[in-house]
């Protein structure tokens, strides 16, 4: 059984830095691309920033391009987001995906994604 689980949401101020960790188990890790969305209220789903399964090719949304950074450990079959300069608009439930193609795309759909966590709240006040 495939799980994914976030951690380190929690409540911070505009311009607060926090880091996000996702660990998986139940998969073949490094098979997989990794990504991580997030829903804010009332709003879709959206993509924030996905990493290739050699670690090496990263992409990001335009909205957290330069201030979030996506990495892995493959031994630890672990992802982080690394989430700075962090604005009120950041505020969102954070979930951690995988996608167990080997198809880079500029940017990630939900449909694309084959596994989800269950979410960690960031919330960022002004």
């Known amino acids: 059984q495939v799980q994914l689980v976030e951690s380190g949401g929690g409540l911070v101020q505009a311009g607060d830095s926090l880091r996000l960790s996702c660990a998986a188990s139940g998969l073949t890790f490094s098979n997989y691309i990794m990504g991580w969305f997030r829903q804010a209220p009332g709003k879709e789903r959206e993509f924030v920033a996905a990493i290739m399964r050699s670690a090496i090719i990263r992409s990001y949304a335009d909205s957290v391009k330069g201030r979030f950074t996506i990495s892995r450990d493959n031994a630890k079959n672990t992802v982080y987001l690394q989430m700075n300069s962090l604005k009120p608009e950041d505020t969102a439930v954070y979930y951690c995906?995988?996608?167990?193609?080997?198809?880079?795309?500029?940017?990630?759909?939900?449909?694309?994604?084959?596994?989800w966590g269950k979410g960690t709240l960031v919330t960022v006040s002004s």
């Open positions: 995906a995988a996608d167990r193609s080997s198809y880079y795309r500029e940017s990630w759909r939900v449909d694309d994604m084959d596994y």
